[in-house]
């Protein structure tokens, strides 16, 4: 017995040692990442935003509110741009002075975007108030020069996740990154989205104004509503129902549309006062969405192999899991993941609406699931080393953890997996906002793509 008391004890004394050098290999990671950040002027604070590796805890906890704190300043670091400077983007996109198009422009910005701002203004030709979004001077060819130093990032990463497909990983985010410096192609996405979801119940997609549409500048109508911070306060049926739409959009635009905004962010929807009309079939608010810079159109394979994964999780059929992901790819070693930790691990990641029940969203499950799925704390992250994410996936995952924390912060009571059915399985919708979304779609010309459950 003593000896077995002894064999514990040092392997306890292995464990511990085992972990704190895991913990400082995190810091030292987690410090010369931050270094990268901080050498990049122009791009630093979009990676930052899409590359949110470190907000989840990649650093321990002692460590974490500083590694955060710096990382809030590379992201919040906007250049200061005096309005002039800012008209001269206008008038040299727009070819004709600012006078000519706006018969009102509001010098102050109603909005800040991450590489640009955005301002009221009404068009002299038909008077229509419009959003007009400004890049930045100079700021896309900061981010581009920038973006060929992403490789340093992604080495370091690897250092955590050795099976991590790097290069690969970095070209994804340098093409999203890129995309996002094109207003023009941001406005193709939101006309596109405009044309689906024009008619909606419960979705409102701003029209864009196409032809001042330019690189650097974006015109779409203004749309006024409750801003997310007024959300939250609001009775939990009502929070309920804002945090139906908003699952419903994202997750429901990947699944079924097989194109998705990459950037649900609570800066990205207002809730609009209910559409007059007596043939309306929804009285109800509505929410408008914008902001399809960072936009993401998935190969439908890709979207089937994640559909038949959450299948496999939500049957408990590990032994399907651990295939899917290995065929696919996600496991370049198949032999060193056990079937059944995987399913334990994706699980953890995506319980919340594979589960059969009302969960209650709010930050802190937000947190746990965030850490299961990302941080060298949580207990599948020995076998996560073995595994690797596939590009095609990396924005959808992205999109789906920022759901979850936007979802946790109204704090809403719901039945996530009963909405999921519809995707995942082809069920018929169980809720009022199901029912509408299903009527309009079998309208529509823009049918969903059907689960092969």
């Known amino acids: 017995m003593k000896q077995l008391g002894t064999r514990a004890a040092n392997l306890a004394r292995d464990e511990r040692a085992a972990q704190e050098a895991l913990a400082r290999r995190q810091v030292e990671t987690a410090k010369q990442i931050v270094a990268a ?3 990049m002027k122009g791009a630093a604070m979009k990676i930052g935003q899409v590359m949110s590796f470190l907000d989840v805890g990649l650093v321990p906890r002692e460590y974490r509110d500083e590694f955060q704190r710096e990382l809030a300043k590379l992201r919040d670091a906007a250049p200061t741009v005096s309005f002039e400077q800012m008209r001269k983007v206008i008038e040299e996109e727009l070819e004709e002075p600012l006078e000519e ?36 001077p100079g700021i896309a060819a900061a981010v581009r020069a920038d973006l060929q130093n992403l ?17 690969a990983i970095a070209a994804e985010v340098k093409a999203r990154i890129g995309d996002e410096l094109d207003y023009e ?10 044309r689906i979801f024009e008619g909606h119940p419960f979705v409102a ?64 929807f207002l809730l609009l006062p209910p559409a007059c009309g007596p043939d309306l079939p929804w009285r109800g608010e509505r929410l408008a969405f914008f902001d399809f810079g960072l ?91 073995h595994q690797t994410m596939l ?36 069920d018929p919708p169980q809720t009022e906002l199901g029912r509408l979304e299903a009527e309009f779609f079998a309208a529509s010309p823009f049918l969903p793509a059907a689960p092969r459950g």
């Open 295 to 385: 936009f993401k159109r998935i190969n439908p394979s890709a979207v089937e192999l994640e559909l038949a994964a959450q299948r496999a999780v939500i049957e408990g059929d590990a032994d399907r899991l651990h295939k899917l992901l290995a065929d696919a790819g996600f496991l370049p070693e198949p032999q060193r993941v056990d079937p059944q930790h995987l399913l334990e691990f994706v699980r953890d990641g995506i319980w919340w609406y594979a589960t059969d029940r009302e969960v209650e969203l709010t930050p802190e499950v937000a947190t746990q699931v965030m850490i299961e799925s990302a941080d060298p704390r949580s207990r599948h992250f020995a076998e996560m080393r």
């Open 37 to 39: 950040l901080g050498q």
């Open 151 to 167: 490789e340093v990032i992604m080495r370091l990463l690897k250092g955590l996740t050795p099976k991590l497909d790097a290069k």
């Open 205 to 268: 997609i701003p029209k864009v104004v196409g032809h001042l549409c330019r690189e650097r500048v974006m015109v779409s109508e203004l749309v006024r509503g409750k801003p997310f911070e007024a959300l939250k306060g609001l009775p939990l049926e009502a929070r309920n129902r804002i945090g139906e739409m908003i699952f419903r959009f994202y997750l429901g635009c990947m699944y079924r549309l097989h194109q998705f905004s990459g950037d649900p962010h609570p800066g990205n």
């Open 101 to 136: 198009i706006f018969a009102e422009f509001d010098t102050e910005p109603i909005a800040a975007a991450s590489i640009g701002q955005v301002y009221r203004a009404v068009l002299r030709e038909d008077g229509r108030e419009v959003a007009v979004k400004v890049q930045y």
């Open 185 to 194: 192609l941001e406005a193709q996405n939101q006309r596109a989205l405009a």
């Open 391 to 426: 590009p095609e996936h990396l924005f959808g995952r992205r999109m789906e953890m920022l759901v979850l924390a936007v979802l946790s912060q109204l704090r809403p009571k719901v039945n996530w997996h009963r909405i999921a059915r519809e995707w995942i399985y082809g």
